[in-house]
């Protein structure tokens, strides 16, 4: 079952201070939040204080909620303003890790099978994975380091990995995932994906089909040429649109090749729909 999230996301107008630079994130970094407070609250004093202190995810026992756009990212891993820690990870705090207790142990549960997804929509295995302590030496996830448990919970993460269907690191197999039942219908509406085989030829290859293409690969921030108008969105088939492509491959376990196929297809699929 999908885990539904739950935004309440920082004005653009405070990304220069909690999540100024774009992010193509490689990794999951696990913390506790030290502190009994629910994810909602959480999230509401990370994105309205005036620290730089930043996540993109709070779990509790009962919700997952997001302040942080996963195309941003967050300083949360203390190593500093270009560590990859904090450049190319997504934050996830697992919540009333201060007292523990069941309230925080159904935080835990939560969060394991809310990693497992992040993982599976990315097409991601469990060595992507990382604790706090791994970017900086902070003694985080405090609990779960404390209960000596680190091991056991990445463990249960592969798990429910598994049984998503994901955790094979080259996998080629692209069964589409499971279409959600409700909600984002709208969305889904907007991105006629082509099907064929799509590459650079001479001449180029151009059409409405290969704007639906840069659409849906610029959603998810691979754009064909940023800055450009539109950001490249030309509806031409060329070396910036193949490269877009190639990076978008790359970065989901894909062969990365900058052809346009049905695995590629598949895979911008099940990130939009
Ligand atoms: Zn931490």
Aim: net charge positive; aromatic share 8%.
């Amino acid at each position: 079952m999908t885990i539904t999230v739950k935004k309440n996301l920082v004005s653009t107008s405070k990304y220069g201070l909690k999540c100024p630079n774009l992010m193509d994130a490689e990794y999951i970094t696990i913390h506790n939040t030290a502190n009994d407070a629910s994810a909602a609250n959480e999230i509401s004093y990370m994105i309205n204080n005036t620290s730089s202190t930043s996540f993109h995810f709070a779990v509790d026992d009962k919700e997952v909620r997001q302040g942080i756009p996963t195309n941003h990212n967050a300083w949360h891993t203390g190593d500093g303003k270009n560590g990859t820690g904090n450049r190319k990870s997504i934050g996830v705090e697992i919540c009333y890790s201060k007292s523990g207790g069941s309230k925080y142990r159904a935080a835990e549960r939560l969060a394991i099978k809310f990693v497992a997804q992040l993982l599976k929509e990315r097409g991601w295995g469990i060595d992507r994975v990382r604790k706090h302590q791994d970017w900086n030496g902070k003694y985080c996830p405090h609990r779960i380091l404390s209960e000596g448990r680190w091991d056991e919970v990445k463990a249960a993460i592969e798990k429910e990995l598994k049984a998503l269907g994901g955790g094979k690191t080259s996998s080629s197999k692209t069964s589409p995932a499971k279409k959600k039942t409700t909600g984002s219908s709208s969305k889904k509406a907007s991105y006629a994906l082509p099907s064929g085989i799509y590459k650079v030829t001479s001449p180029m290859r151009k059409g409405d089909d290969v704007r639906q293409i840069q659409k849906a690969l610029s959603a998810l921030y691979f754009y064909p040429n940023k800055g450009a108008k539109n950001n490249g969105i030309d509806g031409v088939y060329g070396p910036k649109t193949a490269n877009a492509v190639k990076r978008f491959q790359l970065m989901h376990g894909l062969s990365a090749d900058g052809i346009y196929g049905p695995k590629t297809k598949a895979k911008l699929a099940s990130l939009l729909n």
